[in-house]
């Protein structure tokens, strides 16, 4: 059966995270796959990421106290938005009285779990609540949902037959652009300063991401890019987090149909993160559907004979020097940009012209951000293949 999926979260306004994060731990050690969304999230982020990510609950830690309207205010959002097949549960230790605990029960709220309970309760709680195989997902009332549950479908499928790559990629209608580079480069904070220049600079468009992080023994995963993602947390961007459910290289055994179906719904692009990669990955070779790539290097990739390892350096239509602001950034940039001339040389007159971009994608307003924004957006680049 496939892994329950849930998405975790702290209120607005509450910094306490050492609670959910070893809560996080302990639930992907037992096979559970946690969203998770970070610390001072708003009631409309969480519902928001929720629909969007297809969950059967919401986890969510409270310590500074508003819980009973915070956690009533997560149950009636999603009501409204007609998905309340999604559940909410919780704690805060002593913060949350059990009288307050009644008063969130009568509102709404599945558990409230107090001082003192053991782990291994709680993971037992979630088994069983959430673990059955679920009812059919109330009628879709928005476009967001309908296309998270297909989502859903496409990934629970791709578990059951361990195949995949089966849906043709027919009336496409987006740019599809892969992120991929090792773990900690910086895919996902550079994603999000993007989004964030797509969206003011496009008053109406909408932003597709499909982002990876690796399934742990025991086959639960901690899906922790949107906690990175501030600007991303927008109605105009729909994201969507998934494990790797046991495939090695980046991807997951659903990823290509998934991508697929964002392809052809109406995103002005889709873009896709991998996880960390090493250097014999190749995640796109096999894809068909991603227009152009982006390789993240971070400058701390060892020395010249590694670059001669990393076959996405021969693949990447852009490649990007991330965290500039580190000493050994001009070096790398020195190195990359000649193992990048070696290709052009290799391959000849009318050779692919790689581009080489350093940024520092956790400073807004980066000049280099905004080069990669501008190449991205270009279309010779992005649509090449339209
Ligand atoms: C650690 C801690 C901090 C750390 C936080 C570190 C971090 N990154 O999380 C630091 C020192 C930074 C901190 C700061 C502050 N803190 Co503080 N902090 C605590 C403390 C000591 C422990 C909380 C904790 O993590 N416990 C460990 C968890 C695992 O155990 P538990 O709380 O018993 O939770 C159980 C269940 O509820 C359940 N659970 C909890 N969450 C969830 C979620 C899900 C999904 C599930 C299923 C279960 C579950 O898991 C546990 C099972 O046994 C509490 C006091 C206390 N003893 O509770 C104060 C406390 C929460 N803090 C408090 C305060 C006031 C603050 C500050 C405002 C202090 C200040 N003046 O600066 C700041 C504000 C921080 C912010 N930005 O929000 C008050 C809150 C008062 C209130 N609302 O009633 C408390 C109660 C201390 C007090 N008695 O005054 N704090
Ligand atoms: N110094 C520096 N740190 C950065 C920069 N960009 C990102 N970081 C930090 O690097 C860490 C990893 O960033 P992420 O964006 O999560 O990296 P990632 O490549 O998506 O990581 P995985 O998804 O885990 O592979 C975070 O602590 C970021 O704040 C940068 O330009 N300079
Ligand atoms: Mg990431």
Redesign the pocket.
């Known amino acids: 059966m496939a892994p329950i999926r849930i998405l ?1 979260a702290v209120p607005i ?8 994060n ?2 996080n731990l302990e639930f992907i050690r037992h096979g559970i796959e946690v969203i998770y969304l970070g610390y001072h999230r708003s009631v409309s982020d969480i519902v928001r990421a929720a629909i969007q990510e297809d969950v059967r609950a919401i ?7 508003g819980h009973t309207e915070f956690f009533a205010a997560v149950v009636d959002l999603l009501r409204k938005k007609g998905a309340n097949d999604i559940k909410v ?8 009285t059990h009288d307050d605990a009644g008063i969130m029960r009568r509102r709404g709220v599945d558990e409230i ?7 291994d309760e ?1 993971v037992r709680f979630v088994h069983q609540r959430y673990g059955k195989a679920r009812t059919k997902p109330p009628r879709a009332k928005s476009f967001d949902q309908e296309l998270a549950h297909k989502l859903t479908e496409i990934e629970d499928a791709a578990g059951k037959r361990r195949k995949h790559q089966t849906s043709k990629v027919e009336h496409r209608t987006s740019n599809v652009i892969g992120f991929s580079g090792p773990g900690g480069a910086g895919k996902t904070t550079l994603i999000d300063e993007l989004v964030l220049r797509f969206l003011s600079r496009n008053a109406k468009g909408r932003i597709a991401i499909l982002s990876h992080d690796p399934s742990v023994v025991g086959e639960g995963a901690l899906l922790g890019d949107r906690a990175t993602m501030i600007n991303s947390q927008d109605d105009r961007v729909f994201m969507r987090s998934m494990a790797t459910r046991g495939q090695a290289g980046g991807l997951s055994p659903a990823t290509h149909d998934c991508l697929a179906l964002l392809a052809r719904s109406n995103f002005d692009y889709v873009i896709i993160e991998t996880v960390g990669t090493g250097q014999e990955a190749m995640p796109f070779q096999k894809n068909g559907i991603v227009d152009s790539t982006v390789l993240v290097m971070n400058p701390d990739y060892g020395s010249r004979l590694q670059l001669q390892k990393i076959v996405m350096l021969d693949l990447a239509d852009i490649v990007v020097v991330n965290k500039s602001d580190l000493q050994r950034a001009r070096t790398a940039h020195t190195e990359i940009e000649q193992r990048l001339e070696q290709n052009r040389r290799s391959r000849g007159p009318g050779g692919r012209d790689q581009q080489l971009v350093d940024t520092v994608a956790k400073r807004h307003r980066d000049p280099g951000v905004d080069r990669l924004f501008e190449l991205i957006t270009n279309t010779s680049v992005a649509g090449k293949r339209r």
Not at 13 to 20: E, L, N, Y
Not at 113 to 119: K, Q, R
């Open positions: 975790t306004c509450d910094g306490h995270d050492s609670a959910i070893t809560i986890g969510i830690s409270s310590y500074n106290g549960f919780g704690g805060g230790g002593g913060t949350i779990f107090f001082a003192g309970t053991s782990l709680m």
